[in-house]
């Protein structure tokens, strides 16, 4: 069974571009979501994909946007970057079901912005 | 005011002592409470979960949740070095929503 895997691992980009994340889910998990993870600070949560729909968001901007593929996997794009972006962005998958059930994460992607 | 508070530390303990680390909440549609652990540089692992309030026990480990207090605690008996790492709490009030974080304590356990 493989674990969620992120790419890439470290990221340097300068303010007002635009950067691609990419996480692949837990083989059988249909469900993903991503936080952002300041230093010092607990994960925020970002947005969830589930069968490629986003299915909740927290309080994060328009230019923070997503996708999910048909094989689960998923794309974290934020466009205008600014220099509170600089965190660690994790990628959690699980299966939706009734009772409780665990996300696995990723390693993440540490991005930096200067 | 924060949904979930924690104290940062960091915590500093010998090895071999019994650890107690916290959180409070104010939300009390909270209904699943989790304790994960994070290595430096790697993504958190859930540790511990429990559904409303009670006790579970999972070998040196044992989570409490007290809801009519909204506090809930992480005991860690028999410390080892390899315990330290930041441990964070997080809550939500249904399975499927997203998850409210504490801000992680970081804890040492001196050889």
């Known amino acids: 069974e493989t674990g969620v895997t992120q790419s890439p691992t470290h990221l340097i980009k300068t303010r007002g571009q635009q950067v691609t994340l990419r996480c692949s889910s837990q083989?059988?998990?249909?469900?993903v979501s991503w936080y952002q993870q300041a230093l010092g600070q607990g994960p925020q949560f970002i947005f969830q994909?589930?069968?490629?729909?986003?299915?909740g968001r927290g309080n994060f901007p328009p230019r923070f946007s997503g996708l999910q593929f048909p094989n689960y996997s998923s794309e974290l794009n934020v466009n205008a970057l600014e220099l509170d972006d600089s965190a660690l962005y994790l990628c959690?998958?699980?299966?939706?079901?009734?009772?409780?059930?665990?996300?696995?994460f990723g390693p993440g992607t540490r991005l930096t912005v200067l | 005011q924060k949904e979930v508070e924690q104290d940062p530390g960091p915590l500093s303990v010998p090895e071999g002592a019994i650890v107690s680390l916290n959180c409070t909440y104010s939300?009390?549609?909270?209904?699943?409470f989790m304790w994960y652990r994070q290595y430096s540089r790697k993504g958190p692992e859930l540790l511990m979960y429990?559904?409303s309030s009670g006790n579970k026990e999972d070998g040196r480990f044992t989570a409490q949740v007290d809801k009519s207090s909204k506090y809930i605690s992480l005991f860690i008996r028999d410390s080892q070095p390899s315990d330290s790492a930041t441990y964070l709490c997080?809550?939500?009030?249904?399975?499927?929503?997203?998850?409210?974080w504490g801000a992680g304590t970081k804890l040492i356990i001196k050889p």
């Open positions: 959690a998958s699980n299966t939706r079901q009734v009772a409780y059930n665990e996300q696995f």
């Open positions: 083989s059988g998990h249909n469900t």
């Open positions: 994909y589930y069968r490629e729909e986003e299915n």
């Open positions: 939300n009390s549609a909270f209904q699943y």
């Open positions: 429990t559904y």
């Open positions: 997080a809550m939500t009030q249904d399975s499927n929503y997203q998850l409210i």
